[in-house]
């Protein structure tokens, strides 16, 4: 039923399909790129958009096509799995807070606050010059800078529903508390958290390549939106083909990303038709 | 006489900001094996506390303070909270005021029962089905083989409270409360409802407890009448006895404030019957006998001293200083 709704949105539809094409484009990397993303040419530095090279080549003669299209599996593994990873901790810490209340929630909402009060970037910023630059310490800075998103919304989402009768009823029919949350609230608070999915995807992109554009992210040779731009700085007037086509590649796909979250949010909430 | 459950004075204050509300403040209650106790009261009397006290899900800040509930013998207040977990749903039912919020929206209606019987029994799934199926036969679900698959938005208010009953009365439990099961419904309905529940109950030997302030309901199909206010119990006694013989000024009140059909519409007619005066707050309970501000036949010592049980026939006791 919601899927229907949901293919007669056509901002909806049309965010899809930017997020489909976009994870086929980093699937099938391989073979749409049409040269190494690493492969440095310097007989052929900084040439425009040519057959041979699409987007054209880089400061270094690489294949902007070719890193632009390998750069797309970077941002997506590294947003979808620091969303991930932000939003298991942040659904069961706010499903105990809302279900459990007063010390449980008054604990829990103090850590989640020291961590809220920090600018998201500059904590991540933080935690990756303490742990050193790599993908796999930005997925924990965004993770961890993520995780009060999903907190506020799960606990928010469970402390309404905990007043309905039909939670109170699993009560006074002998479920656990475990139960009760993981059987009868958190089914039902499944359509705020899916829009916040969406909408801290779109965010976990422009983090991504906002690291990487300050030499945080994927260490130097290897392609990544951000460190793509990073690289094109120098050479923006002169060649500005190698900060358009990445530019592009961002603001398309997190603009996909709301649209598909924008959509959802209006498919699954009933309140604002 | 077969006695279930008996609750001794009990207390269920709730602490707030604002100070201390004494929502169930020495209750006694005596219910027999598959009898119909009708617990009578305005609203905000402690009805509902009171059947929330029994199975101790009394939600924050609210705590049972002191008094006694023996199921049988054990005493449910002594319970661990796993021990305490065991009853719920399983000795002791509960059947919510909203038959239309009281199921989980997420999930289909054989989905549900299928796991209430799963917290208590283990039961294959394919054997819970027929059980489910089964009772939703039992409460006279047409088809219920399709309805089983079907989620609460798309059964009738009648249909969900009936699925209601079939999930409170699958474990066959000693006791059923059934808080107020009738109000949501239509007119019509709420006869085929407690007809339902009072057929099951009988061959399953299990007692209830009627929340209500419908008194018409009460007369009807209780054995046993509790009056309830403002946190305590007025009077009690056989159904007949509080119907034809009511003594204490609340409960006559109570009942000539029930409205006929007939009521103003004919010249002789009188206004429906008021009781003058609103419920006392819970925080600022009045001194003496809870109802004296409210009483027409208060006298002195109504606002000095609490009230004496006195007993009038066998089982019909009141607490009043009219009788003493």
Known sequence: MAWKRFMEHRIGMIGLTVILFNLFLAFAAPWIATQDPLKIEPKNIA????????????????????RVIYGSRISLIVSLLSVLAAMVPGVILGSMAGYFGRWVDIIIMRFMDAVMSFPAILLAIGIIAVRGGSLYNVV?????????????????SVLSLKEKAFVEAAMASGNTPSTIIARHILPNCMAPIIVQITVSLAYAI???????????????????????????????????????????????????????GDALRDVLDPRLK | MDIVLNIKDLKTFFFTREGVAKAVNGVNLCLE??????????????????????????PHPGKIVSGEIFLNDVDLLKL???????IRGNRISMIFQEPMVSLNPAFTIG??????????????????????IEMLRMVEIPAPERRIKEFPHQLSGGMRQRAMIAEALLLKPEILI???????????????????????????????????????????????????????????????????????????????????????????????????????????????????????????????????????????????????
């Not at chain 1, 924990?140 to 907190?151: E, H």
């Not at chain 2, 989905?111 to 489910?132: C, F, G, M, S, W």
């Not at chain 2, 209500?212 to 159904?239: F, I, R």
């Open chain 2, 33 to 58: 094996r598959s009898k119909i106790l009708g617990l009578v009261g305005e609203s905000g009397c402690g009805k509902s506390v009171t059947a929330l006290s029994i199975l101790r899900i009394v």
């Open chain 1, 140 to 156: 924990i800075a965004l993770s961890v800078v993520y995780t009060p998103v999903f907190y506020r919304i799960t606990r928010g």
């Open chain 1, 206 to 260: 422009i983090a991504e390549a906002s690291l990487s554009f300050l030499g945080l992210g994927a260490p130097p040779p290897a392609p990544s939106w951000g460190n793509i731009l990073s690289d094109a700085r120098d050479f923006m007037m002169d060649a500005p083909w190698m900060t358009v086509f990445p530019g592009i590649a961002i603001t398309l796909s997190v603009v996909g990303f709301n649209m598909f």
């Open chain 2, 178 to 324: 059934a808080d107020e099961p009738t109000t949501a419904l239509d007119v019509t309905i709420q006869a085929q409802v407690l007809d339902i529940m009072y057929r099951l109950t009988q061959e399953m030997k299990t007692a209830i407890i009627l929340i209500t302030h419908n008194l018409g309901l009460v007369a009807e199909w209780a054995q046993y009448v509790v009056v309830l206010y403002a946190s305590k119990v007025m009077e009690e006694g056989p159904v007949e006895a509080i119907f034809e013989n009511a003594k204490h000024p609340y409960t006559q009140g109570l009942l000539r404030s029930i409205p006929t059909p007939t009521q103003g519409r004919r010249q002789n007619s009188e206004k429906l019957h008021e009781i003058k005066g609103v419920v006392p707050s819970l925080y600022d309970v009045p001194r003496g006998c809870t109802f004296h501000p409210r009483c027409l036949s208060c006298k002195a010592i109504c606002s000095q001293e609490e009230p004496p049980w006195v007993t009038i026939s066998p089982g019909h006791r009141l607490a009043c200083w009219l009788f003493v």
């Open chain 1, 47 to 66: 040439s425009p958009p040519s057959k041979a090279n699409f987007f054209g080549t880089d400061g270094l003669g690489r294949d902007i096509f070719s």
């Open chain 2, 111 to 132: 989905n549900q029962l299928i796991e209430a019987l799963r917290v208590h029994r283990r039961v294959t799934k394919a054997e819970a089905r027929n059980l489910a």
């Open chain 2, 80 to 86: 661990s909270m796993e021990e305490m977990r065991q």
